[in-house]
């Protein structure tokens, strides 16, 4: 690749930072009402922490990458070693909490299922020990530029993005499952209201884009070999964050209020507007 290639690479990598940057504080400001009625009021469980976690530490993650990827600056090796695993342990952290979302909804949906718990819990054990070692194996391989953007990977790599896939996937199908055999009529499927429904609805659209997201992200890095690898990494970061606060607050407002039955996807063109 010439050097202006990937002068354009690295501008690319640079722009897509900065969009997910906008896009999560965007996201932040639009449903700031929402969450400070839905989460910051509720009691101080797990799941308020949880929101905070999915909502505001992805924000502060993709705001640092951006901040140390400052053009012009020559990284040691040992320094972008530990640049390269900051990034990935905060990624894994974030698709971690996630799937402990997911987990949490897949066994309130299946009457609290222990033995599914167990199951679900020894794979997702299996999988983060997993992400871990595949870490600590190829981190050391990565080629970077001089300013520590990735531009290739070991291919043991792409099972770091396949493993939190096929955990999700399983997840999915639970959800499909028990919603199919929660609807009992024609009628069942139009009550926007219920619980089920919203369950499925959010798990749907949620797996949907943190699936391309993550899918992205492997090709990315299995097939370029410039900057351009890395370019969906701050994207998959965004999406997570969205799609993990946006599940916790439809779930919270259903709970509280079961007459709206709206969701981020339902509402109304005037309503989304009112709100900005």
């Not at 493993?163 to 024609?186: C, D, H, M, R, W």
Request: glycine content about 6%; aromatic content about 14%; proline content about 4%.
């Amino acid at each position: 690749m010439t050097a202006g290639g990937k002068v354009q690479a690295s501008q690319a990598h640079a722009h897509a930072g900065v969009a997910s940057i906008a896009f999560v504080l965007y996201d932040i400001l639009l449903n700031l009402g929402d969450e400070i009625e839905l989460i910051w009021t509720a009691p101080n469980r797990w799941v308020k922490w949880l929101y905070m976690g999915v909502r505001y530490v992805p924000f502060v993650v993709l705001c640092s990458l951006f901040m140390v990827a400052t053009p012009g600056i020559a990284w040691t090796p040992k320094g972008c070693i530990i640049m390269q695993v900051y990034e990935n342990v905060a990624i894994q952290s974030l698709t971690l909490s996630i799937e402990l979302i997911l987990l949490s909804r897949v066994y309130a949906m299946c009457s609290q299922n222990r033995i599914l718990l167990v199951f679900l819990s020894a794979f997702l054990v299996a999988e983060v020990g997993s992400m871990v070692a595949i870490l600590s194996v190829t981190i050391p391989e990565f080629q970077t530029t001089n300013g520590c953007a990735v531009t290739s990977t070991p291919r043991l790599f792409s099972f770091y993005w396949i493993l939190p896939l096929a955990f999700e996937t399983i997840l999915f199908v639970l959800t499909l499952y028990k919603f199919a055999t929660s609807v009992t009529g024609p009628s069942a499927l139009g009550r926007k209201n219920s619980i089920i429904f919203v369950l499925m609805r959010d798990g749907t659209w949620a797996y949907g884009i943190i699936f391309a997201a993550m899918l992205i992200n492997a090709v990315f890095y299995a097939v370029e070999t410039t900057p351009l690898a890395g370019v969906g990494f701050p994207w998959e970061i965004a999406t997570l964050s969205f799609a993990g606060s946006h599940i916790l607050l439809n779930t919270r407002r259903i709970a509280w209020y079961p007459e709206r039955g709206t969701s981020f996807w339902a509402r109304s063109s005037v309503e989304v507007c009112s709100q900005v």
